[in-house]
């Protein structure tokens, strides 16, 4: 069952004062993303959530042995953008921290087009503050903008390059 804005602010509160636990074994799948609500909190953000889900917007993270391996990708109809890249656990909330060097652009899985982006200014590395990840399969973090995002797990991601 999914979890209410109010219950997901508690949990943060929450996650805030005493961590989550989280490992990154934890976090391992393929993420779907469900629901977003905006900085403000409040109610979701319907028309984002539906584009989102529309897109099949998700979260892959696998691990390796250098740590976390990150994609993040939409699909629209027989394409798919994907942004590849590493992140780790900082902290012990954790925060999510990430950055994508790598973008692809594939027709019906054919890859059309594959680019490595340029690296970030470590200060300004996106990242997601984890919340909860709840045994029921849901995740829930707050980005680096400060909107709020929860996923459902689907499966293995099979992120390995």
């Known amino acids: 069952m999914e979890p209410s804005g109010p219950t997901l ?4 509160q929450q996650a805030r004062r005493a961590g989550t636990g989280l490992e990154p074994t934890d976090l391992r799948g393929r993420w779907d993303l469900q629901q977003v609500w905006p900085k403000s909190g409040g109610q979701p953000s319907t028309l984002s959530s ?3 889900r529309a897109l099949a917007a998700r979260l892959e993270i696998d691990t390796d042995d250098d740590g976390l391996l990150l994609s993040n990708a ?3 109809g027989p394409f798919e ?4 890249g590493r992140g780790a656990l900082q902290g ?3 925060l999510l921290v990430f950055g994508f060097d790598q973008l692809e652009l594939s027709l019906a899985g054919r890859r059309l087009l594959q ?6 200014d470590p200060r300004r590395r ?3 503050a984890l919340i909860h990840r709840h045994q029921d399969g849901w995740l829930a973090a707050r980005g680096r903008g400060g909107g ?3 996923w459902q797990l689907a499966g293995d991601p099979g992120l390995r390059r």
């Open 126 to 128: 996106p990242f997601f």
């Open 92 to 94: 012990r909330r954790p």
């Open 9 to 12: 602010l508690r949990l943060e």
């Open 148 to 150: 709020l995002a929860l």
């Open 74 to 76: 939409v699909t629209l």
């Open 81 to 84: 953008l994907r942004f590849r």
């Open 50 to 52: 539906q584009l989102l």
């Open 115 to 120: 680019r490595n982006l340029p690296s970030a």
